[in-house]
């Protein structure tokens, strides 16, 4: 996927900054759609997953998050928080604009009410933004999946990984994006090479 692209593409969109956040920290769609203003501290740059929103035969579920790996807290990125701040001006104008109709839940992400969005909401403003833009069809899930590959690719720690991911184990990491690790065995491989023949 065309990331640098993609980023153009959601330039002033409504939900930018949620695809922003899934494509840089690598959340699941319902964690981010879970995000309230009290999981996210701007000036500390930190943000809480605390809670998931999805679908279920009874309809959409919100759930507190139920093990310690998917309970964290993550740093924010300076343009995540620019994009975080952009993103609560646009929601108090929508506040305005609804009137006694606004419901406060307090959640980032929102209908033009207030209320939570779709489960389905993300993918479908993906689908429209990828035409848009004239790139590849990809999954919302697809985000996650390049964020992951982006940390790995980009030499961030194999136990940083899962724990920025929600991952209870570093094998499953590894093992989901096992299609990574070869050019970084190639790199250890002339690394340890050189410092053998006293390069290093």
Avoid at 12 to 22: I, K, N, P, R, W
Wanted: overall charge positive.
């Amino acid at each position: 996927m065309q990331a640098r692209q993609l980023l153009a593409a959601i330039k002033g969109e409504a939900l930018e900054a949620l695809h922003q956040v899934v494509l840089t920290l690598g959340l699941r769609k319902g964690e981010a759609l879970g995000l309230k203003w009290m999981d996210v501290d701007l000036d500390k740059g930190s943000l809480a997953i605390r809670r998931t929103i999805g679908r279920a035969s009874s309809g959409i579920v919100v759930q507190e998050a139920k093990t310690a790996s998917g309970r964290r807290t993550l740093a924010l990125t300076p343009s995540l928080a620019t994009a975080l701040r952009v993103q609560r001006k646009r929601q108090l104008a929508q506040r305005l604009l609804a009137g006694p109709a606004w419901q406060d839940t307090g959640y980032i992400f929102t209908t033009s009410i207030g209320t939570h969005l779709d489960p389905s909401v993300p993918g479908q403003d993906l689908d429209r933004l990828l035409a848009k833009a004239g790139l590849q069809h990809v999954l919302f899930h697809d985000l996650r999946h390049s964020a992951a590959t982006f940390m790995l690719i980009q030499g961030v720690h194999p136990k940083v990984v899962p724990d920025m991911l929600g991952h209870a184990k570093v094998g499953l990491t590894l093992d989901v994006y096992s299609h990574v690790l070869p050019s970084h065995q190639a790199d250890a491989a002339i690394k340890i090479e050189a410092l053998l023949a006293g390069e290093g």
